[in-house]
DNA sequence: ATACTGTTCAACACTGATGTATAAAATTGT
DNA sequence: ACAATTTTATACATCAGTGTTGAACAGTAT
């Protein structure tokens, strides 16, 4: 039985280039990871739908589990010079960062989930640059005199984040057109500042809420 | 080469139970699927971690296929009676739910996992029994006096759903002691209705919002 | 021209999983 | 005691993926 790999994709021949052939396996290897998880990746299929033969891919990685760690190193950086990457100044907008992120996350969805399985199952969490970037951007906030007191970092960092990432997953902003994605991203970014300006209760009209539930 | 399959877990011989041979193998599928993905999912290594023969799982389940769909289905189920099990009469008060759903989430955060990866990848979303309750709740509210205008629901549902899923997750509350995991529930659903009272800005001290970022 | 690098192709040994089948044991209900 | 059901134990055919190797080919640079 023949080692087929067929082509599928790309009958056209083309330029060599080493970079891109190897980002064309990182970006499809990060969409199949997004779908279905590291565990499930498969070097013949990244391969396949990338275009270029399976000898190829193990030439760039030299085994599955490295383009693992090669594809979620890539999309971590990615994403880190997408949000925090402009002007060091502007690091401390709450809502600059936000909205990067919002509009990263459409635009990538793939990468921003790829991202959050890999952060959820890492051992020690600060060996990952967005996520110090991020958690001490919150904790600056945090500590601002623009913020409430007694404000749970953690939970809103967590929060934040795992909001932002899913929910162009959840809209499927891959299958959208710019404009759509566009006004998803802002939906987005608009419920958070409301929320973060005025939360959600209008208290007056919901004024016994000492009874919490007894499990608390 | 022989069909191990060597039993590891369960020497010691039991009362036959085919009920909680199912759930046994239930449970360890969901607890697999949590960390790998449904696609990762082995019915051999279920077998062997449920310390089932791997024919028996076959019994039960006929197809690897099969048993993932079983599994999200039963995590589903379980997850609507812990959220909306209780009273009728108390469905209308949000931070009821919340508390159910941050405790379910704390105690049994594979299932909780199960079901977002699951609800992600659905073509139709309103077959899913909890999503369905979870969503006419959140609109219930949306529309009372109770909330400020101009809410957005769906953006609303899906950060509340995203962040108290993976907020355990995130804490590993799975090797946490019942206090520590008691702790975790309490701090989100401390924070998240903080949030939800008064936001996250003083606004006397933040009032240049007006200068948003230009993308949005 | 030549040497080098990136890429393709085909073959191979190996592993681990799926799904099927069948016989035997163990437990339960009647 | 008997029948039905559940579970185990094997075996087998099949498939898909991994990782390796060696030879060939195609652009690029010197």
């Known amino acids: 039985m023949a080692d087929s790999t067929p082509q599928l994709t790309r009958p056209r021949k083309r330029r060599r280039d080493p970079e891109r052939t190897r980002e064309a396996i990182l970006e499809v290897s990060a969409k199949l990871m997004a779908k279905d998880g590291p565990e499930a990746l498969s070097v013949s299929q990244v391969a396949q739908l990338a275009g270029v033969n399976r000898g190829t891919a193990y030439h760039h990685f030299q085994t599955r589990e490295q383009l693992v760690k090669a594809t979620t190193d890539w999309v971590s950086e990615k994403m880190t010079d997408a949000v925090f990457g402009d002007a060091e100044q502007q690091r401390n907008r709450p809502e600059v960062v ?69 929910w162009p997953v959840w809209m499927r902003s891959r299958s959208a057109t710019p404009e759509e994605r566009e006004e998803m991203a802002s939906r987005f970014t608009r419920e958070m500042m409301r929320l973060h300006l005025d939360g959600l209760f209008r208290k007056e009209k919901y004024s016994d809420l000492e009874m919490m539930p007894t499990h608390l």
């Open 98 to 166: 936000l909205g990067n992120l919002a509009h990263f996350c459409v635009e990538y969805p793939e990468f921003g989930r790829v991202w959050l399985v890999r952060i959820l199952s890492m051992e020690d969490r600060n060996q990952d640059h967005f996520w110090r970037q991020f958690k001490s951007q919150v904790d600056r906030f945090v500590a601002s005199e623009a913020a409430h007191e007694g404000i749970d970092a953690e939970v809103h960092a967590v929060r934040v984040l795992t909001s932002a990432i899913l």
